[in-house]
């Protein structure tokens, strides 16, 4: 398949860049794969798609502040995005600058932080933190949000909370899980009490998750690599459900991926790890039944990814349908729930 197969025009009025006042409040397009038709909907109505014996399985993950504006020594400045954090002095970032910092170079972020260039691969360097504090820790005191490029915008006030899911407890991602912020408390209470099970699994969302496809034959494109964490406790209530007939539905795709990646040898398995899965049409799921997700960037690997989930057509079809109507669109947009096609998507 193509790159260009996964197109789509998307007028630029149609991105969502601030959220709306209340997190349930946008629309939802269902999407029904094995008999390809779609419905207009409202998020709010989600739990009226759930049944007793249902699980909703959530990535925990949470956004950490990951963008750091400082200088080199020879005065230039620099920006630097964390990709992940190695350990408690040490992450490996992207950075952009007039000229790359060497290997060697102290770089001061924020005025206040002083860091070394261990080593450079490709477009990521590693970097060594001042020991007085850890990364992280660091990161809270002189970070910024990292919101999505299409935003065009800083962090303002409400992003503090909003581009957080409200279940976030395991800080490390770049990037919203964010399928999940249109959840809220009121509404996990509701599933709750209409016997709906709930189950966590942790995958740090990458800045690489906004890289492009920058080939034209999919299977040429080297997907980026994410950390994992798929505990015991899930793995067995993914077999409870499926043993009482219920539906496994994932909310969004990083929850998608680490369950599919954690059942790579054919059975779920609890474990951690780093997933370069590559979801593409022709991929044969073995967990997730329903994905709660949002509308994804044209030609992009999360595009194919429902696209294999759903079904290619009707996909595209819904894409077509929600420009049409003018959903919201990306991290703050509206969402979709699909429900997925036969095993050749």
């Known amino acids: 398949m193509k790159t260009a197969d996964f197109d789509y025009d998307l007028p630029e009025a149609l991105i969502a860049r601030h959220p709306l006042p ?11 794969g ?13 739990p009226e798609f759930f049944r007793a014996g249902d699980l909703l399985v959530f990535n925990d993950t949470r956004v950490i502040k990951a963008r750091l504006f400082g200088e080199k ?3 230039g400045r620099i920006e ?3 990709e992940r954090v190695l350990s ?3 992450a490996i970032a992207f950075i952009r600058a007039s000229h790359g910092p060497k290997p060697g170079a102290h770089l001061t972020f924020a005025g206040a932080i002083a860091a070394e260039v261990i080593e450079r691969s490709d477009d990521l360097y590693r970097l060594r933190f001042d020991p007085a504090k850890t990364v992280l820790e660091w990161l809270e005191s002189y970070g910024e949000l990292p919101l999505p490029p299409y935003f065009e915008r800083r962090p303002e006030a409400d992003d503090e909370a909003r581009y957080q899911t409200v279940y976030a407890r395991e800080p490390g991602a770049v990037a919203a899980p964010t399928a999940g912020l249109h959840f809220d408390d009121a509404m996990l209470a509701a599933l709750k009490a209409k016997g709906v099970q709930t189950a966590y699994v942790t995958l740090h969302v990458g800045a690489g998750t906004f890289q492009p496809v920058r080939v034209d034959d999919i299977r040429e494109h080297k997907m980026h690599s994410e950390l994992y964490d798929v505990p015991a406790a899930t793995v067995a209530a993914v077999a409870a459900a499926q043993a009482r007939g219920g539906r496994i539905t994932a909310v969004g ?7 599919e990646s954690a059942a790579h040898g054919g059975r779920l398995a609890a474990g951690q790890g780093e997933t370069d899965i590559f979801i593409t049409p022709g991929y044969e799921f073995r967990v997730v039944k329903r994905l709660v997700t949002n509308f994804h960037l044209p030609r992009s690997t999360l595009l194919m990814l429902v696209c294999a989930f759903g079904g290619m057509d009707i996909l595209l ?13 990306f991290s703050y947009g509206d969402a979709m729930l699909i429900e997925r096609a036969g095993p050749a998507g």
């Open 253 to 259: 795709t990083t929850s998608l991926r680490a369950l």
């Open 88 to 90: 408690e002095h040490e």
């Open 317 to 329: 079809a819904t894409y077509r349908h929600a420009v049409e109507q003018r959903y919201r669109f």
């Open 73 to 75: 020594e020879t005065g």
């Open 34 to 46: 094995p008999h390809k038709t779609f419905t207009d909907r409202l998020f709010a109505e989600l």
């Open 22 to 32: 209340e997190r349930t409040a946008s629309r939802l397009l269902h999407v029904d």
């Open 80 to 82: 630097a995005l964390i």
